[in-house]
């Protein structure tokens, strides 16, 4: 399964980035799918505090966290990484996560970021499930991105 996400953000693809790197979540939430299951995201870090292929990533959320290996590290351009472990329930019906940002300037300046998270289910994941974690990721997209837009403008 693919889920695909796409925001400009107004600023310079060099003030997006470290946002990939390192960045809270503090806003409430206003989606009920959270409310549902679907893991809100509070921290996502560089755990050793250096990114590089191979590095540790890490993503917090209230009800658990995702280990990741970076695989690919262009900054600003381009950040792949990987689940290597999680507490989280998505455990039982994913079998592998991998997680692509890619950033692209506009002509006005700022920043277009695209994510793309990929997902293998578990072989007998019901139709059901694979739906709810479709929904559920792209509520978490749009909540970092929701994050991310108020964490540049505070900065600005």
Same mark, same amino acid.
């Given at each position: 399964m ?5 925001? %400009?953000?107004p600023? +310079? *693809? %060099? *003030?997006?980035? !470290? ?5 809270q979540? $503090?806003? !409430?939430?206003?989606? &009920? ?6 893991p809100? !995201?509070?921290?996502?870090?560089? !755990?050793?505090?250096v990114? @590089? $292929?191979?590095? &540790?990533? @890490?993503?917090? *959320? #209230?009800e ?10 262009? &900054? &600003? ?9 999680? %507490? ?9 996560? @991998? ?16 994510r793309?998270?990929l997902v293998?289910?578990? +072989? ?8 709810? #974690?479709?929904?559920?990721?792209k509520?978490?997209?749009?909540y #970092?991105?929701?994050n991310?837009? $108020? ?6």
């Open positions: 693919r889920v695909t996400s796409e925001v %400009d953000f600023a +310079p *693809a %060099d *003030a997006v980035w !470290p946002l990939l790197c390192d960045s979540m $503090a806003l !409430p939430h206003r989606c &009920p799918v959270f409310c549902l299951g679907t809100r !995201p509070v921290e996502c870090r560089l !755990p050793d505090g990114g @590089e $292929a191979g590095a &540790p990533r @890490e993503c917090i *959320a #209230v658990g966290s995702v280990q990741q290996e970076i695989t690919q590290w262009e &900054p &600003p351009h381009r950040l792949v990484f990987q689940m290597v472990g999680t %507490d989280l329930c998505q455990r039982h019906v994913c079998a592998a996560v @991998e997680e692509q940002f890619e950033l692209a300037s506009t002509r006005s300046g700022g920043t277009t970021v695209t793309t998270t293998t289910m578990r +072989p007998g994941a019901r139709r059901l499930a694979t739906m709810g #974690v479709y929904i559920g990721l509520s978490v997209h749009r #970092v991105f929701r991310w837009q $108020a964490a540049l403008t505070t900065a600005a």
